[in-house]
Every structure is written in C-alpha cells, then in structure tokens.
C-alpha cells in the first residue's frame, strides 16, 4: 500500500474511525475540538490520519480520569 494512501483519509474514513456523523465532525471543526481536513485540490480535502487517531486517543485518555 502506498503511504500517501494511508497519510490522507476521506470523510468516510474519518466517519468510521471515530464513530462520528459528518455534521459533528463539522461542528467540532468549527469550535476548535476537532483536527482541521487539510486542502489538496480544487475541492478535495483530506484529513491527516494520525492526527485523526491521536484526537481518538486523546479523548480515550480524557475519559478514563
């Protein structure tokens, strides 16, 4: 598989990575608590997975204090 394959990631992906819809990735975006999606493209953006993940795991260690 190729990096840059798996460095950049759909909406979709980030949808079931985090188990979130759309319009709360959105929403979360918008107030700061969510990682920005990244443009590459005349309307294409990506988000970069391991700032995706490290946001899930972050919010894992939140809720275990």
């Known amino acids: 598989q190729n990096f840059m394959d798996s460095f950049f990631v759909k909406i979709t992906e980030v949808i079931t990575i985090t188990s979130l819809s759309r319009s709360t990735i959105y929403r979360?975006?918008?107030?700061?608590?969510?990682?920005?999606?990244?443009?590459?493209?005349?309307?294409?953006?990506?988000?970069?997975?391991?700032?995706?993940?490290?946001?899930?795991?972050e919010k894992l260690l939140d809720s275990r204090q």
């Open 28 to 57: 979360l975006i918008n107030i700061g608590d969510f990682p920005a999606q990244v443009s590459i493209g005349r309307r294409q953006a990506r988000w970069v997975k391991d700032e995706i993940v490290t946001w899930c795991e």
